[in-house]
C-alpha cells in the first residue's frame, strides 16, 4: 500500500479539505492497482455504457412478441435465445440492466439522505440526539433487511419505487452507522476546535471540515450497498413485490424463468448470471477500496 | 459474564424488541392517510374500509390501541389475521417449524463448510487452496440465493431427477424424507453464509498465526494438529462466532425468498402472502417474531465469548 502515501506529510495542514482532494487521486489509484479491481470497474463502465446505449446496440426490440419462436436456443438471430413470448432475451437483459442499475442509485440516494446528515450531527454534537438515533439504529438493524423492506411495501404497496424507497431505508442505520464512526474521530481534530472558536456554524463545520475527510470509508461503504441493493431489488423483484410488468429488471426476468422452468430449464441462466457478475464487481470494488483505505490509515 | 452484565444485556435486549414493536405500530399509522384505506386498497369499497377499521380497532384512541397491542405481547398475543381471522401467535407457530429446519440446516452447512475452507486456507496462506476458497467465497457472497436455488433444482432435480424440486416434509414423514426435501433449500440459502465464514475463519486463523505465541508454541514443539487445534481454532473462533451471530438475521431474512423458489409454505411466504394481501396483523407479527430471533442470537454469541475467550468474560 505504499503507493498511497504519496502526498508526503507537509502537504497542506492535516486533515483540511485541501488533503483529501490531493489524496484523493492516491487512493483511487492504489485501489485499481490490482488486476481485478481494474475488471471490476472496467466491466462497470462498459455496462453502465450498455444500458445508456441500450436502443443503439440491443439486437431486438426487447418487447417485440413471436409467439412461434418461443424458447428457442441460441442463434446468430438471437445470442442468448429467446423467452417465453418469443422476445429476445439478450436484448431485454441489456434493456433491464436500465433498472438493475438504477434502483441500487436510488435506494443509495434515500439511505444517504437520511442516514448521513444524521451521521454527522450525531457523531459532532453527541448528546441526546446521538443517543436516541444510536438506539434507534441498533433497533433497526435487529430486523433482517428484507424483513423489514417487507414491512415497508405492505403499508406502501408493492411498487418498484415502494422497494427502491423500502432498501434505501433499510440502508439508513448503516449508512448513520460508518459516518457517525468516522465523524467521532474527525471531530476530536484540532481544526474543528478551530472552526469552531472562529465561529462557524455546525452546518459549515459539517460540510467544509468533516464531510470531506469522512469521504473514504463513505466511498467503501456506498461501493459494498450498491451490489447489497441490486441484490435486494432483485429479490423483490422475484418475490413480485418490485419491479412490476412490462417494465423488467434481471430480478423479474429470474421470476418469469423461473415460472417456466420446466419447459426451458436453461433460461435461468442469463439474467442470474449478469446479477451475479455485476454484484461481484461492486464487491471487489468495494473490497480493493477498503483495502487502499486502510492501507490510507495505516502509514 | 457476570450476572450484571447479563442482567444488562437482558434488559438492552428486552428495550430492542420493545422498540421494533412500537415502530411495526407506528409504521401503519404514521403513513399519511388512512391506514384502513391504505390496506384495503384503492379499489375497496366504503364497507370494507370500514370493516378494516373495526378489525384493527383503529376507532378507538391511539393510547388505547397502543396499550392493547403491547399488553398481548408478552403473552405471545400478536392480534389477528385480517384475511383469516386466525391469530397471528398461531399461524407463525404453523409456519415456523418448515422455516427453523431449513435455517438451521443451512446454518449447519454454512458452519460446517465455512469454517473447515477457511481454517483451509488461513493454514495455507498464499497457496492454491487458499486461492480456490477465496475466490469460491467471493462469488458465493455475490450470488443471488434464488438463482442458487434455480441452477440447483435445474441440475439435481430437472435435468437428473435426484432431489425432490419442490415442498417442505415434516419430521412426521420421517427423518429420511424431511431431509432430502431440506437438502436443496438449505444449501440454497447457506451458500452465502458459508462464504461469509469461510472469509472471516480465514482472516481469524491468519491473524493468529502471526502471533508470537504461536512462534512460542511452534518453539516448544507443537506442531500439525495440536498446534491447530489448542492454539490457532480457539482463538479463531472468536471472530467466527461473531460472523455467525451476525448471520442470524440473514438467514432468517433470507427463507423468505428460498421458501418462495422451493414452494416451502413457512414464514417467509407467510410474510410474503401477508404483503400482497395487505394483512398487516401477520407481517407485524413476522417482523416481531424475526426481532427476536436476531436479538436472542446476539445474546447467545455474546455469552459465547466468555467460553470461548476467557479474557472477554471480565471485560
New interface residues.
Partial sequence: MSVVATPPATAGTPGTPERARRRRPGLLRSMLSGPSAVAAAAYLVLLAALAVAAPLVAPHDPNAQDLFNRFAGMSAEHPLGTDDFGRDVASRVIYAARISLLAPLISLAVGMAIGVPAGLLAGLRRGWFDAVAD??S???L???????A?????????SLTTAMVAIGIVFAPHLFRVVRGATMVVAEETYISSAEAIGASTRRILLVHVLPNIRAPLLVQVTLLM?FAL?AE??LS????GVQPPEASW?SM?KA??EN??EA??S??PS?VA??LT??AF??LG?RLRDAVAGGRAR | MNLARLLRRLASAVLVIWLVHLLTFLLIRLVPGDPAQLLAGERATPDEVLRIREQLGLEDPVLLQYARSLGGLPRGDLGESMFSGLPVGRLLADAAPATLSVALMALLFAAVFGVGAGVLAGLRQGGWTDRVVSTIATVGIAMPSFWIGLVLVTFFALVNPWLPATGYAPLGEGVGTWFRHLVLPAVTLGVAVAAEIARHTRGGVADVLAKPYIRTARARGASGSRLVRGHVLRNAAIPVVTVLGLQTGKLLGGTVVVEAVFGISGLGTLAVNSVLERDYPVLQGFVIFAAVVVVTANLLVDTAYGRINPKVRTA
Avoid at chain 1, 150 to 158: E, K, N, Q, W
Wanted: charged letters at 5%; hydrophobic letters at 60%.
Fill in positions: 438506539r434507534l441498533d433497533t433497526l435487529s430486523i433482517p433487511a428484507i424483513v423489514f417487507l414491512a415497508i411495501i405492505a403499508v406502501m404497496g408493492p451490489g441484490l432483485a429479490s422475484f418475490l413480485g413485490l430480478g429470474l424463468a423461473y422452468q420446466f430449464p436453461y435461468v441462466l442470474g446479477i451475479l454484484v461481484l464487491n471487489v473490497d
